[in-house]
């Protein structure tokens, strides 16, 4: 009996070891996807030049690290973004909204600082959040798809049709979303419950789901999806929002907020579900990006990092930030400009750049986690975002 029992047990062995062995070698064996484009949306996590384009440069010590001056983003140097058209073999995506030195030929980036799924009704004067929702961002989209096949039927133009994708490109790109952390905050910061706000999230992602379709319609096959972060761990919110002891972790992070971050993502994945068996032919990267970050923020100093609540860039009080004096903001002392919201001495091992965005450290280290699946529903890394899993 016992050695029936062994033999049993290494049959079994061995079956479930060719099994593993066989979707091993499945997915080792397909090509990487050939991406020629990327077309991304979003908000401030992946805007490269958009709200600057629209209302004035992102002004220094912004891009600091690594372009050496402001390059459009809210961030001492490269986004989540730039590291994926990077591992492409692509150029840095251009802003659709920045009209000088853009070049579309390998994508379009339609994000805004500030943007939000739902439109909001303020100004970005009384907000601070973007009018480029992503409904706007999407007739952005349609416009500018419409307009590359105007000009490619056309038989000049040689100088338009060198700065823009091929037909072709559209249905071989890879498009990625990364926003709806906007959405919650702006209701937290219209004074809304943080039940209230929960009530408006089918609604948000039904308007995402809205605009996805939208791009299949147009030839949109692959997408890289990713959720929302833990926005309680973050400065600008923390500071802003009236907090108790009792919804404080034992990270310093707000509870509630985190849920709340946490419920949207729970239903941008049914969404996600959705779509998959709503538009079957196309291929929807979940990514997990939450977890990410939480790890980052919670275990900073496993990681090489510090003070992971703090602001690099800012001025005064607990976090380093001061919402009247943002980064790079200056002070009347004896009517003099004096700069009081400088850079920290070494942003490469900050997690937090200014209150309200990462670091390109923090970046870079969110980036290498996700790029091979590991935080991926279906587990298949950014080079493989074309196939569909079985």
């Given at each position: 009996?016992?050695?029936?029992?062994?033999?049993?047990?290494?049959?079994?062995?061995?079956?479930?070891?060719?099994?593993?062995?066989?979707?091993?070698n499945a997915r080792i064996s397909k090509s990487p996807?050939?991406?020629?484009?990327?077309?991304?949306?979003g908000d401030s996590n992946s805007d490269t030049g958009g709200l600057s384009a629209a209302f004035g440069q992102a002004g220094p010590p912004h891009g600091e690290s690594f372009f050496h001056g402001p390059a459009g983003r809210y961030c001492d140097g490269r986004l989540v973004i730039d590291f994926i058209a990077q591992s492409f073999g692509l150029p840095f995506l251009s802003a659709f909204l920045d009209s000088l030195g853009s070049n579309f030929t390998h994508g379009a980036n339609f994000a805004t600082a500030g943007s939000t799924i739902r439109p909001q009704n303020t100004t970005l004067q009384q907000s601070g959040f973007s009018p480029f929702s992503l409904n706007v961002q999407s007739y952005q989209f349609n416009d500018f798809h419409t307009r590359v096949?105007?000009?490619?039927?056309?038989?000049?133009?040689?100088?338009?049709?060198?700065?823009?994708?091929k037909t072709e490109d559209f249905s071989n790109a890879l498009?990625?979303?990364?926003?709806?952390?906007?959405d919650l905050t702006a209701g937290l910061f219209q004074n809304l419950t943080v039940d209230e706000v929960m009530a408006s999230v089918p609604d948000i992602v039904g308007q995402l789901k809205t605009v996805i379709k939208g791009i299949y319609d147009k030839g949109g096959r692959s997408y890289w999806i990713h959720n929302t972060g833990p926005f309680g761990c973050l400065p600008y919110v923390m500071d802003r929002q009236p907090i108790t002891a009792g919804q404080v972790d034992k990270y310093g992070c707000?509870?509630?907020?985190?849920?709340?971050?946490?419920?949207?993502?729970?239903?941008?994945?049914?969404?996600?579900n959705q779509l998959r068996e709503e538009l079957p032919e196309a291929a929807f990267t979940y990514v997990d990006v939450y977890s990410v970050k939480y790890e980052l923020i919670t275990q900073a100093t496993r990681h090489g990092f510090k003070h992971p609540l703090r602001a690099c860039c800012g001025?005064?009080?607990?976090?380093?930030?001061?919402?009247?004096?943002?980064?790079?903001?200056?002070?009347?002392v004896n009517g003099k400009d004096i700069l009081v919201a400088k850079?920290?001495?070494?942003?490469?091992?900050?997690?937090?750049?200014?209150?309200?965005?990462?670091?390109?450290?923090?970046?870079?280290?969110?980036?290498?986690?996700?790029?091979?699946?590991?935080?991926?529903?279906?587990?298949?890394?950014?080079?493989?975002?074309?196939?569909?899993?079985?």
């Open positions: 009996m016992e050695l029936h029992c062994r033999r049993t047990f290494l049959v079994k062995a061995v079956l479930l070891f060719l099994f593993l062995n066989h979707v091993v996807c050939h991406f020629l484009a990327v077309f991304n949306f096949q105007f000009f490619r039927a056309q038989k000049g133009d040689g100088v338009f049709k060198s700065l823009m994708p498009y990625t979303f990364d926003i709806g952390q906007n707000v509870g509630p907020f985190n849920e709340l971050a946490q419920y949207f993502n729970s239903r941008l994945k049914e969404t996600v001025h005064g009080g607990k976090y380093n930030f001061n919402l009247h004096v943002g980064c790079g903001g200056k002070v009347k850079a920290c001495e070494d942003p490469t091992v900050m997690i937090n750049w200014d209150g309200v965005h990462y670091t390109q450290a923090a970046n870079k280290w969110i980036f290498d986690q996700i790029v091979n699946g590991s935080y991926s529903d279906p587990p298949i890394p950014l080079g493989l975002a074309c196939f569909k899993e079985p």
